[in-house]
Each structure stands twice: as structure tokens, then as C-alpha cells.
């Protein structure tokens, strides 16, 4: 995990107003979120696994799945999930639970960032604040 420096840090702004502002550009809000806090992530390339740009937050008014939440932006950061080639040792091949054990847990959650995706995390870590500071 790379940390990029950002002047969004600490801004707080209406969930709405993000995800109206940043799923045009790609961003989606990451499946690890919960009702006070989740991420915006990037999909930058899946080189030897995936690379994002994670944009994280935290609630500061209301719960995630409440509409008027507002948020707060945190540091960004860049991350490489490396994931295992192959079906997993445990999953169950069936069609009732296809679904549900097809993916394994990554090799490494934290692998090593290439500077190129540094980089394009920075660039586009700057196109957002270009959005989001100069929209609101």
C-alpha cells in the first residue's frame, strides 16, 4: 500500500454528491464497506493482479445506507491485491454453491506497488481533487 498525499484529506462532503461526481470517472464504492466507513476504488490495471487507487471514508452524519449521509475523506492510497492462480483447495463446485465459494482469498493483500501505478494513482488522486474542490 502506497499512501498519496491529498488536499481532500479531512474534507467532508454528501455521499450523494460523490458518488454523482466520481462513477463517471470509474469510481465504484468498494464491497468491504460498512455503515460508518467504506472506500471509492479505482480499478487501475489487473497486472499479476489488481491494482487500485482507494479513496477511503469515513460517515461523520448518518449511516451509509441512509440517504443525507455526509462523509469524510481520508488519505488515499494505492494497493496491489495479488490473487492465487487456480481453483481454491476448499471451494465447492456445484450449482447450488457456485456462487457463493468460487473466489479464494488473495496471495497477497498487500503486494509490492509498480511505480507506474503510483504514478497513475497520483494523477488521478489529482483529477478528483480537480473535481470535487473545484464542484463544491
Same mark, same amino acid.
Given at each position: 500500500?502506497?499512501?498519496?498525499?491529498?488536499?481532500?484529506?479531512?474534507?467532508?462532503?454528501?455521499?450523494?454528491?460523490?458518488?454523482?461526481?466520481?462513477?463517471?470517472?470509474?469510481?465504484?464504492?468498494?464491497?468491504?464497506?460498512?455503515?460508518?466507513?467504506?472506500?471509492?476504488?479505482?480499478?487501475? @490495471?489487473?497486472?499479476?493482479?489488481? *491494482?487500485?487507487?482507494?479513496?477511503?471514508?469515513?460517515? =461523520?452524519?448518518? !449511516?451509509?445506507?441512509?440517504? /443525507?449521509?455526509?462523509?469524510?475523506?481520508?488519505?488515499?492510497?494505492?494497493?496491489?491485491?495479488?490473487?492465487?492462480?487456480?481453483?481454491?483447495?476448499?471451494?465447492?463446485?456445484?450449482?447450488?454453491? @457456485?456462487?457463493?465459494?468460487?473466489? *479464494?482469498?488473495?496471495?497477497?493483500?498487500?503486494?509490492? =506497488?509498480?511505480? !507506474?501505478?503510483?504514478?497513475? /494513482?497520483?494523477?488521478?488522486?489529482?483529477?478528483?481533487?480537480?473535481?470535487?474542490?473545484?464542484?463544491?
Amino acid at each position: 500500500m502506497i499512501q498519496i498525499d491529498s488536499s481532500l484529506e479531512g474534507k467532508e462532503f454528501a455521499l450523494f454528491e460523490l458518488e454523482r461526481l466520481l462513477k463517471p470517472k470509474g469510481f465504484v464504492i468498494g464491497g468491504n464497506w460498512d455503515y460508518d466507513h467504506g472506500a471509492f476504488d479505482y480499478k487501475m @490495471a489487473n497486472d499479476e493482479g489488481y *491494482q487500485f487507487l482507494r479513496i477511503p471514508f469515513t460517515a =461523520v452524519s448518518g !449511516q451509509l445506507d441512509v440517504k /443525507g449521509t455526509t462523509v469524510k475523506i481520508g488519505k488515499p492510497y494505492v494497493l496491489h491485491h495479488v490473487y492465487q492462480g487456480g481453483i481454491a483447495p476448499t471451494a465447492q463446485v456445484s450449482n447450488a454453491t @457456485a456462487g457463493i465459494n468460487q473466489f *479464494q482469498e488473495p496471495q497477497d493483500k498487500d503486494g509490492s =506497488v509498480a511505480q !507506474q501505478y503510483i504514478e497513475l /494513482g497520483t494523477e488521478l488522486v489529482r483529477e478528483v481533487e480537480n473535481t470535487l474542490l473545484t464542484t463544491s
